[in-house]
């Protein structure tokens, strides 16, 4: 049997822990935690760790690497990285499809997103993040059903403005 990816990534039960947005300097630009057990100051550390784990390999290197408890899946998008913490159980290659997933879904509703985008509109990333990822298990990878909710929010707000 073959299933599209969006049914396929919809369907399993991935264990994600964190999803960081970062730029090319390193800073930490969206960060959005699904692991409880860590407190403010250990996600702090985890952060700086793998944000200088995965910016000092060379572009040639494979996109997963092993760090504490994690694996780290990330990829480079323009200026920003895309980082996925999950459990050593899951899959790499099915955690690459949900980052390229969640970039389109952010260029879609941004058109080409970067990282002013991320920081101007950084509860609208929240929110497709959210839409996309639930208590750590993917939950929803089509881009239109992602994106008109919120689409048709702000039409709402536009039109009670006028």
């Not at 299933?3 to 959005?32: C, D, E, I, Y």
Request: net charge negative.
């Amino acid at each position: 049997f073959f299933f599209p990816p969006s049914a396929w990534l919809a369907t399993s039960a991935m264990a994600l822990k964190f999803v960081l947005l970062v730029n090319k300097q390193g800073q930490t630009r969206l960060a959005r935690y699904t692991d409880e057990s860590l407190s403010v100051d250990e996600r702090r550390a985890l952060e700086g760790e793998v944000v200088r784990k995965c910016l000092a390999r060379p572009e040639s290197s494979c996109s997963f690497l092993p760090h504490r408890d994690y694996k780290v899946v990330y990829r480079r998008y323009a200026s920003l990285f895309f980082l996925v913490g999950i459990d050593d159980s899951e899959n790499e290659l099915a955690t690459l499809e949900l980052i390229h997933a969640l970039v389109e879904t952010l260029d879609k509703y941004f058109g080409n997103v970067c990282e002013l985008d991320i920081m101007f509109h950084i509860e609208k990333a929240h929110y497709v993040i959210d839409e996309m990822i639930m208590d750590g298990a993917v939950y929803e990878t089509n881009r239109t059903n992602v994106v008109s909710p919120l689409q048709a929010l702000e039409a709402q707000i536009a039109q009670e403005r006028a």
